[in-house]
């Protein structure tokens, strides 16, 4: 049997400066930096994971700068993402008002592919920054308002202290892999770089790609 790739384009999104970068940079070389340096536009990390002996997953992680609130160039940024973690920053109570924004943001803007059979990307809720101030929702209310606002899951997370991140990662991927499977289980979905529709990602596609740096860190 042949070893089979599957590629994601996965949205971090939420307002300026609650870890969005860190996070990433967390998960993807385990590193952090209390230095903070606002990213530009939109900043992008691939992270190649193996999930069986047959399946490999490479996700291209899209990192969107939260000064890009809900503006014009959000869709051109969200087009062909598969899932998105939107974060906050449980210090900051302003900064999960806006959690539901950018959730509507997201799911005015991007959707599942046809052969899923469409409707809204997955995605999962990251109370970023624990180590500081615990989150002041209740898991009872966090649950809630996933359910209200559909999301997939909710988890509390420190890109500085290495909390929860892999986690979240590994639950959001395995969440594609399942709605891929269920919804693909008649005809195969393979990566192909050529087009940009259902979920497939060029990185060299300058309609959709206006700021493009060679790594987010
Ligand atoms: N204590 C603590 N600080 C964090 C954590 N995550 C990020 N920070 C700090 O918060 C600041 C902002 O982090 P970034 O990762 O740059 O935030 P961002 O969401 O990418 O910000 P923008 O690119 O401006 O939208 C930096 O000083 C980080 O060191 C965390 O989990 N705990
Ligand atoms: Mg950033």
Known sequence: MGLKEYQYKILVVGDLGTGKTSI???YI???FTSNYKSTIGVDFALKIIQIDPNTIV????????GQERFGSMTQAYYRGAIGAF???????PLTFQNVSRWKNDIDTKVELPLAWGGGSIPVVLLANKIDQHPNTRSPKEMEEFCR?????????TSAKENTNIDQ?????ISHIVQLEMSKQSDSEYEVDYSSSD??????HDEDR????KPSCC
Do not use: C, P
Request: glycine share 2%; aromatic share 14%; charged share 20%.
């Open 58 to 65: 490479s996700l291209q992680m899209w990192d969107i700068a």
């Open 198 to 203: 259902s979920g497939k990602v060029s990185l």
């Open 24 to 26: 990433l940079k967390r």
């Open 29 to 31: 070389h385990n590193t």
């Open 148 to 156: 209200e606002n559909s999301f997939a899951q909710w988890f509390e």
């Open 86 to 92: 939107i974060v906050y920053d449980a210090t900051r």
């Open 168 to 172: 979240a990662a590994e639950y959001l």
């Open 209 to 212: 790609i206006t700021v493009i």
